[in-house]
């Protein structure tokens, strides 16, 4: 029995090394090479790879420049971030999460309005008691005395 020289390549493995440094198993091609190792071939991966990218990217729909550079120190920053946050959640695939972020986000403005309002009243309130020429400590004096 004769046996001729091997010219098919079937179940010869690749030439190329994977990233440990050890041999490609996978299938080779007639060319020597998998389709993930064949340098002819690296123009087009680097293509794909370069989609997948740009498919998984979800850009900025919010200003960030618009955000207190300093932090947030004021009911006025947190209103802020709130409006920047919820223009980025808005602009993300809908889903449970994004969904659950919109929902903290409502209940985060309802406490920064809520606090908002309280100091905004307060202030007022200071003002009042200052006009009338008592500081607070003096307010609650006449009130205690009063009652
Ligand atoms: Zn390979």
Known sequence: M??????????????????????CRAHA????????????????????????????FTPHAADASRLPAEGIRSVADVLALLDYTLAEVLAIDNGIARGRILVAIGGAYLEALSVGEFET??????????????GIRDAQRKAIAAA
Not at 37 to 46: E, I, K, Q, T, V
């Open 121 to 134: 009243r307060l202030m007022a309130l200071e003002q009042i008691i200052a006009q009338r020429g008592g």
């Open 29 to 56: 091609a007639s060319n020597g090479w998998c389709a993930l190792h064949d340098p002819a071939m690296a123009a087009r991966r680097a293509a794909g790879r370069r989609l997948g990218g740009e498919r998984h």
């Open 2 to 23: 004769t046996s001729k020289p091997q010219t098919s390549t079937a179940g010869r493995s690749c030439r190329g090394l994977n990233t440990s440094g050890a041999k």
